[in-house]
């Protein structure tokens, strides 16, 4: 049930039948991404993607469902029957992808395609009374659905609470009451209050109940939400309900219609398609002016273009928030449960929650599944199978791997902050040389829709190693299954280390990978890349294209420097004095390396200006400009890798350094704040420094603490951060350990409460009441972009957290909502592309109804190991150690 009176269904599409990966006995002539019937033994002529490369493999394609649901017949209000003796007043729908393949088009093109997920809602006359109950659907659309209703058992798909649980001691328990209806009255916000619902309980297994609680508005659907990192505060949507008016033309900035359009002077509007079948932007504004079939428009959100093209419409819009209705607080942090075991919240007259489990182990539960989806994404060596899925070695160099150097540093690229060159230079003659790298570059974590291991993961073991710090030695994660150093890593030196505690295993294999890559001056190559996207179909273990290891580059090095010196630091106190060793050698290299490039960046960059010059790079930006841009980055990377050697070696010339740029002034923003805390917890700190620092954790911390109230639905999003790219989803690493430091220092519960209902979020308490993370909860996102067991076609691995929510203007894509041979297409009818439909249409939905499960949606659905997997183990794992 959604509400007393509505009754919720979810219908779906049949899913993809899977294609495999197969072998053939000798290569293809066919370029690699070329669809061909395959004929050997044993196959029918199945359509196949030529990939790997040699070209001697397969991915047979993905067979897409050929029923889909009648949309159409299932709206059609007066064909329902009676349920439970009410009559069906309304029915409102919510059309979303869940599932796609690969298969080919007639012209030999790849196809993504789509199965839909349907969210049907019956309103009814009056509220559904208990007992068994049957929905007969209009015209026989599906067979006869039977179903019991009782409140003490029936789930409320409104009341949405975490999946993972609580600790009984947990300080935020706290669930959310939300239901935005599609194509409803008042666009689509429901006020629970309007059904007298003013209360909740918490019942046990049996269903007695144990603890009682009021309701509590969080925020209506026009309370302003400031912070949210859009453009404003709320949100211009189209109104779900309203017609879309057909434009007719734009002439002197004023719009005709092919009918009376009955817009208002004052009222908001969207205008759509004005480019053609692929703009997929809206583009809102404000009428000014209006005959019945004219309008100008003035407080334009976008650019207006000279004429519209055939297809453009406009529609009414409103403002509301990123809920887009009322969301209430469901707080229950003041039961002391007495006993574990499954909890339900339940609103007498609607139903009952998922399941809310209270054991001591729930945080250390959710910490090893996303430290699971780490171990899914290591480079270099076979995955086991230990967590659920499986795959051979990756990007190991030697038979069919060959990597190549490249002139091209990767603080140069595109794929570091700053970088002003594409990455995909790096693999181009002007860059790249004839050089192969030695045996030993293998290792490291793949991201998400690449396969590349670049420096901005050690952010990763930066983290893990906090939480290890952070946490008691009772604490202390054990037996996770993670594999030890000496199972998977080659070194000497650590093949005694396999009493060291699971985080400091999992810091090692990546901090190993990237000190195998460190040329012998002590410099750091910032990572291995391909020279493109993967292809779709082929796999990790299939890569086809270029694959290069960046350049050395200064930045990298000092960056390395820093948690390698780190990891050191905690190996020699754990006595593990040759492990210790080694990263402390590799760290003062890599600092000495660091150094050479901030005093002399020509010399240090000769061999990059050179290739540069040729490739014409600093043609409209010299290099002067671009080397001060790099030295104040590299001045930023060099003050947390002084910090950390200074915890490491004592040594005050390192303090001393960090001392003259906070004198100068300095914020905490991620490796900046690394540098502070590593300094504050250094030996001798000068006092004053170390006070102002104390001070500058913890206030900076309340400032994230505070803007989660302003929000319908509580992150740890900084309010200075931009939407989108996860910048709201999962915690990133700078607010992480932001919150983490500032809690160890002032031991503010507060903190520990905004952290606890950041998780509760990602995990289910969210207006969807689906967890952002594979693997954990009841019901997971399963479509991520994912690109191995998405060419594998199998189920994604456990522990992924996707980025999640973002705009529709920021994923308005014509190639992904545009004509039928689109993924999910908004025009036309061949290839079945009414039934691969998003509905209600995309601007209609609010910010939080907008995940769009298809991969072909990047910002959303995809992740990087640093950016989200880490951060969600290093949350749970910190929550664990209180």
Same mark, same amino acid.
């Given at each position: 049930?959604?509400?007393?009176?509505?009754?919720?269904?979810?219908?779906?599409?049949?899913q993809?039948?899977?294609?495999?990966?197969?072998?053939?006995?000798g290569?293809?002539?066919?370029p690699?991404?070329?669809w061909?019937?395959?004929?050997?033994?044993?196959?029918?002529g199945?359509w196949g993607?030529?990939?790997?490369?040699?070209?001697?493999?397969?991915?047979?394609?993905?067979?897409?469902?050929?029923?889909?649901?009648?949309r159409?017949?299932?709206?059609?209000v007066?064909?329902?029957?009676?349920?439970?003796?009410?009559?069906?007043?309304?029915?409102?729908r919510?059309?979303?992808?869940?599932?796609s393949?690969l298969?080919?088009?007639?012209?030999?093109?790849?196809?993504?395609?789509?199965?839909?997920?349907?969210d049907?809602?019956?309103?009814?006359?009056?509220p559904?009374?208990?007992?068994?109950?049957?929905?007969?659907?209009?015209?026989a659309a599906?067979p006869?659905?039977?179903f019991?209703?009782?409140?003490r058992?029936?789930r409320?798909?409104s009341?949405?609470v975490?999946?993972?649980?609580?600790?009984?001691?947990?300080?935020?328990?706290?669930?959310?009451?939300s239901l935005?209806l599609p194509?409803?009255?008042?666009?689509?916000?429901?006020?629970?209050?309007?059904?007298?619902?003013?209360?909740?309980?918490?019942?046990?297994?049996?269903?007695?109940?144990?603890?009682?609680?009021?309701?509590?508005?969080?925020?209506?659907?026009?309370?302003?939400?400031?912070?949210?990192?859009l453009?404003?505060?709320?949100?211009?949507?189209?109104?779900?309900?309203?017609p879309?008016?057909?434009?007719?033309?734009?002439r002197?900035?004023?719009?005709?219609?092919?009918?009376?359009?009955?817009?208002?002077?004052?009222?908001r509007i969207a205008l759509?398609?004005?480019?053609?079948?692929?703009?997929?932007?809206?583009?809102?504004?404000?009428?000014?002016?209006?005959?019945?079939?004219?309008f100008t428009?003035t407080?334009?959100?976008?650019?207006?273009?000279?004429?519209?093209?055939?297809?453009?419409?406009?529609?009414a819009?409103?403002r509301?928030?990123?809920?887009?209705?009322f969301?209430?607080?469901?707080?229950?942090?003041?039961?002391?449960?007495?006993?574990?075991g499954?909890?339900r919240?339940?609103?007498?007259g609607?139903?009952?929650?998922d399941?809310?489990?209270i054991?001591?182990d729930?945080?250390?539960?959710?910490?090893?599944?996303?430290?699971?989806? =780490?171990?899914?994404? !290591?480079?270099?060596? +076979?995955? $086991? /199978?230990?967590?659920?899925?499986?795959r051979?070695? &990756?990007?190991? @160099?030697?038979?069919?791997m060959t990597?190549?150097?490249?002139?091209?540093?990767?603080?140069?690229s595109?794929?570091?902050?700053?970088?002003?060159?594409?990455?995909?230079?790096?693999?181009?003659?002007?860059?790249?040389?004839?050089?192969?790298?030695?045996?030993t570059?293998?290792?490291g974590?793949?991201?998400?829709?690449?396969w590349d291991?670049?420096?901005?993961?050690?952010?990763?073991s930066?983290l893990?190693?906090?939480?290890?710090?952070?946490?008691?030695?009772?604490?202390?994660?054990?037996?996770?299954?993670?594999?030890k150093?000496?199972?998977?890593?080659?070194?000497p030196?650590?093949?005694?280390?396999d009493?060291?505690?699971?985080?400091?295993?999992?810091?090692?294999?990546? =901090?190993?990978?990237? !000190?195998?890559l460190? +040329?012998? $001056? /002590?410099?750091?190559?910032?990572?291995?890349?391909? &020279?493109?996207? @993967?292809?779709?179909g082929?796999?990790?273990f299939?890569?086809?294209?270029a694959?290069?290891?960046y350049?050395?580059?200064h930045v990298s090095?000092y960056?390395y420097?820093?948690?390698?010196?780190?990891?050191?630091?905690?190996l020699?106190?754990?006595?593990?004095?040759?492990?210790?060793?080694?990263?402390?050698?590799?760290?003062?290299?890599?600092?000495?390396a660091?150094?050479?490039?901030?005093?002399?960046?020509?010399?240090?960059?000769?061999?990059?200006?050179?290739?540069?010059?040729?490739?014409?790079?600093?043609?409209?930006?010299?290099w002067?400009?671009?080397r001060?841009?790099?030295?104040?980055?590299?001045?930023?990377?060099?003050?947390?890798?002084a910090?950390a050697?200074?915890? =490491?070696?004592?040594?005050?010339?390192?303090? +001393?350094?960090?001392?003259?740029?906070?004198?100068?002034?300095?914020?905490?923003?991620?490796?900046?704040?690394?540098?502070a805390?590593?300094?504050?917890?250094?030996d001798?700190?000068?006092?004053?420094?170390?006070?102002a620092?104390?001070?500058?954790?913890?206030?900076?911390?309340?400032?994230v603490?505070?803007?989660?109230?302003?929000?319908?639905?509580?992150?740890?999003?900084?309010?200075?951060?931009p939407?989108?790219?996860?910048?709201?989803g999962?915690?990133?690493?700078?607010?992480?350990?932001?919150l983490?430091?500032?809690?160890?220092?002032?031991?503010?519960?507060?903190?520990?409460?905004?952290?606890?209902?950041?998780?509760?979020?990602?995990?289910?308490?969210?207006?969807?009441?689906?967890?952002?993370?594979?693997?954990?909860?009841v019901?997971?996102?399963?479509?991520? =972009?994912?690109?191995?067991?998405?060419?594998?076609?199998?189920?994604?691995?456990?522990?992924?957290?996707?980025?999640g929510?973002?705009?529709?203007?920021q994923?308005?894509?014509?190639?992904?909502?545009?004509p039928?041979?689109?993924?999910?297409?908004?025009?036309?009818t061949?290839?079945n592309?009414?039934?691969?439909r998003?509905?209600?249409?995309?601007?209609?939905?609010?910010?939080?109804?907008?995940?769009?499960?298809?991969?072909?949606?990047?910002m959303?659905?995809?992740?990087?190991?640093?950016?989200?997997?880490?951060?969600?183990?290093?949350?749970?794992?910190?929550?664990?150690?209180?």
């Open positions: 049930m959604a509400a007393p009176d509505i009754v919720h269904i979810e219908i779906r599409d049949p993809f039948l899977r294609g495999a990966i197969v072998k053939l006995d290569p293809r002539s066919e690699n991404g070329t061909i019937r395959h004929q050997e033994v044993g196959h029918g199945e993607l030529v990939i790997g490369p040699a070209r001697d493999h397969l991915r047979l394609a993905d067979t897409p469902p050929e029923a889909f649901l009648d159409v017949r299932i709206d059609e007066q064909g329902y029957g009676p349920v439970g003796g009410r009559n069906v007043v309304a029915v409102h919510k059309s979303m992808p869940y599932d393949g298969f080919p088009a007639a012209n030999g093109d790849t196809r993504a395609g789509a199965s839909f997920r349907h049907v809602y019956l309103k009814l006359d009056g559904l009374p208990p007992g068994r109950h049957m929905i007969v659907w209009p015209g599906l006869d659905t039977a019991d209703f009782d409140d058992q029936t409320a798909s009341i949405h975490t999946q993972n649980g609580h600790r009984r001691g947990d300080l935020a328990k706290t669930a959310y009451l935005w194509g409803g009255p008042d666009h689509g916000a429901v006020d629970f209050r309007s059904y007298g619902i003013d209360g909740f309980e918490v019942v046990d297994a049996g269903g007695s109940q144990v603890f009682a609680g009021p309701l509590r508005l969080r925020a209506g659907p026009d309370t302003p939400e400031p912070g949210n990192g453009a404003d505060a709320l949100i211009d949507y189209t109104d779900a309900s309203a879309r008016v057909a434009l007719g033309n734009l002197d900035g004023t719009f005709t219609t092919r009918r009376p359009h009955g817009f208002q002077a004052g009222q759509e398609r004005m480019g053609g079948d692929q703009d997929a932007q809206a583009v809102f504004a404000t009428v000014e002016t209006a005959t019945s079939t004219s428009v407080d334009v959100g976008g650019e207006l273009p000279g004429r519209v093209e055939p297809g453009a419409t406009a529609t819009a409103h509301a928030n990123r809920a887009g209705t969301v209430f607080e469901l707080d229950y942090s003041a039961w002391a449960p007495q006993i574990d499954p909890y919240l339940r609103i007498p609607m139903g009952v929650s399941a809310v489990t054991a001591d729930v945080w250390e539960k959710a910490a090893r599944n996303s430290l699971a989806g =780490l171990y899914h994404h !290591r480079s270099g060596i +076979a995955l $086991d /199978g230990r967590f659920g899925y499986s051979p070695a &990756a990007f190991r @160099p030697g038979a069919g990597i190549l150097e490249t002139r091209l540093p990767l603080a140069w595109s794929e570091f902050d700053g970088g002003f060159v594409p990455f995909e230079e790096a693999a181009k003659p002007a860059w790249i040389t004839g050089r192969q790298v030695p045996d570059y293998w290792g974590y793949m991201d998400a829709g690449d291991r670049r420096i901005q993961h050690v952010e990763v930066s893990l190693l906090d939480a290890y710090e952070f946490t008691p030695r009772e604490r202390q994660l054990r037996g996770s299954g993670l594999p150093s000496s199972e998977v890593l080659e070194e030196a650590l093949r005694q280390t009493a060291l505690p699971d985080l400091v295993h999992e810091a090692i294999w990546l =901090l190993d990978f990237f !000190r195998r460190q +040329a012998p $001056d /002590g410099s750091m190559r910032g990572g291995i890349e391909s &020279a493109g996207h @993967p292809l779709r082929e796999p990790s299939l890569e086809h294209q694959v290069f290891a350049a050395p580059d090095s960056k420097a820093a948690v390698a010196a780190r990891l050191a630091r905690i020699k106190e754990l006595d593990a004095g040759e492990a210790a060793a080694l990263f402390a050698d590799s760290a003062l290299a890599a600092w000495s660091g150094e050479r490039g901030f005093a002399d960046p020509e010399a240090y960059y000769a061999d990059a200006l050179k290739a540069a010059d040729a490739a014409g790079i600093f043609r409209e930006v010299p002067p400009q671009r001060q841009r790099l030295q104040e980055a590299a001045g930023e990377y060099r003050i947390a890798a910090a050697l200074l915890r =490491l070696t004592g040594d005050d010339a390192y303090g +001393a350094i960090f001392e003259d740029r906070w004198r100068a002034g300095l914020d905490l923003y991620a490796h900046k704040g690394d540098a805390w590593d300094y504050l917890r250094s001798r700190p000068d006092e004053t420094i170390a006070a620092i104390e001070q500058a954790f913890v206030r900076e911390a309340l400032v603490v505070e803007a989660q109230k302003r929000f319908a639905y509580p992150s740890l999003k900084h309010p200075a951060a939407s989108g790219w996860g910048q709201g999962a915690p990133a690493y700078s607010e992480l350990q932001l983490m430091r500032a809690h160890q220092i002032s031991r503010d519960p507060e903190i520990i409460k905004a952290l606890e209902r950041a998780h509760h979020v990602m995990l289910g308490a969210n207006q969807l009441g689906l967890s952002l993370v594979t693997g954990g909860g019901r997971s996102i399963g479509n991520p =972009l994912h690109e191995d067991h998405l060419a594998m076609g199998v189920e994604p691995p456990a522990g992924i957290t996707i980025y929510w973002a705009s529709q203007a994923t308005a894509h014509g190639w992904i909502f545009g039928p041979w689109s993924p999910l297409p908004e025009v036309g061949a290839e592309a009414m039934y691969r998003i509905e209600p249409p995309r601007f209609s939905m609010p910010y939080f109804e907008y995940l769009v499960e298809h991969p072909a949606l990047v959303q659905q995809e992740y990087t190991v640093h950016q989200s997997i880490g951060p969600m183990a290093a949350l749970a794992l910190y929550l664990n150690a209180q």
